[in-house]
């Protein structure tokens, strides 16, 4: 099994990395500055670390779209490219001490999304019905048609976010009503913050998982999982499974501490695969984790247990000073 260099990509949170029918994977993240979005590209996971990152859209100077950019995904979907953010139009929180981001999609029709900011358009904010914080979008497909899972504060519900889901009618704007997922309800998720997640899906062995990560972003910072089988309806929440405990977390002994937001890619090889999720080596974090920018990109391969459900063993340690 291929051991790569971790961190892999340094002072990047929130890594998300797809792996695209020309051979290239592509990664975004937010970076420590939270004004921009950028995106490199390697033919290898490990060459991702040594890749130019291109700058393909900035904040605005005002609006919606104007402060603390976070958590792009980048989505090929129909022969284009979108990507997924979310942005506040302030730094202020509100009158619940919650930021004030929403959630939205940008567009690229070029084969090669690396090409220039111009060839990136604004489809604006993706509305779910709902005006609260929401944030940490992802899509995938089921059954020819198109979901969109993201985190949202209800304020009927104690916590800063649950999860949802609805189906969509194109890639920036839903069909359906959401329908909530989770939300934050163990010991585990109510660390520090009550919060559900950093959303990402992975679709194997007849069943779809989704990964999320709980708790305050220290070292408290874990990953969850629900799962349902594949043939179910996903927009009814009595199907889904959710565990009890968390999947992954901080490994005290190796000094991993908060691993999560992750997403999923494939090896080189087509065939393993790979979880990827940002993680700190130390504890002592002054001020507001947000601020602090040590949440660097790690990759590391996992297996499936032999009931079906993916294990992702513990956070692999540091390798590379």
């Given at each position: 099994m291929t051991v790569y260099t971790n961190p892999l990509i340094v002072q990047r949170a929130d890594p998300y990395i797809y792996k695209h029918t020309d051979g290239y994977y592509y990664f975004t993240a937010s970076v420590p500055?939270?004004?921009?979005i950028e995106i490199r590209r390697a033919k290898t996971l490990e060459g991702l670390a040594h890749a130019a990152p291109r700058t393909i859209w900035r904040k605005h100077e005002s609006g919606p779209m104007s402060q603390l950019i976070w958590a792009p995904e980048i989505h090929y979907i129909d022969g284009k490219w979108f990507i997924y953010f979310a942005a506040a139009e302030t730094t202020a929180l509100d009158k619940n001490g919650m930021f004030q981001h929403r959630?939205?999609?940008?567009?690229c029709d070029n084969p090669d999304p690396m090409r220039s900011e111009d060839d990136w358009i604004e489809h604006g904010q993706v509305e779910t019905g709902m005006d609260s914080f929401s944030l940490d979008a992802t899509c995938f497909e089921a059954n020819n048609k198109l979901y969109y899972v993201w985190a949202q504060k209800d304020p009927d519900i104690k916590g800063n976010s649950n999860l949802y889901i609805a189906e969509m009618g194109n890639p920036w704007?839903?069909?359906?009503?959401p329908v909530m997922l989770s939300k934050p309800?163990?010991?585990?998720?109510?660390?520090?913050?009550?919060?559900?997640?950093?959303?990402?899906?992975?679709?194997?062995n007849?069943?779809?998982?989704?990964?999320?990560?709980?708790?305050?972003?220290?070292?408290?910072?874990?990953?969850g999982m629900l799962s349902i089988p594949d043939d179910k309806d996903l927009l009814d929440?009595?199907?889904?499974?959710?565990?009890?405990?968390?999947?992954?977390?901080?490994?005290?002994a190796t000094h991993q501490y908060g691993p999560g937001h992750n997403s999923f890619t494939v090896g080189e090889d087509g065939k393993t695969d790979i979880l990827v999720y940002h993680c700190r080596d130390y504890t002592e974090i002054k001020g507001d984790p947000l601020y602090?920018?040590?949440?660097h990109t790690k990759v590391q391969a996992f297996t499936w247990n032999d009931d079906g459900t993916p294990n992702f063993g513990k956070p692999v340690p540091y390798n590379y000073d």
């Open positions: 500055a939270y004004n921009l959630m939205f999609c940008i567009e704007t839903l069909k359906s009503k309800e163990f010991d585990w998720e109510t660390i520090g913050f009550w919060v559900n997640e950093g959303p990402a899906v992975i679709h194997r007849g069943r779809f998982f989704l990964t999320y990560s709980a708790s305050a972003t220290d070292e408290h910072y874990a990953m929440a009595s199907n889904w499974t959710k565990s009890k405990k968390p999947v992954f977390q901080s490994d005290m602090d920018p040590n949440r």
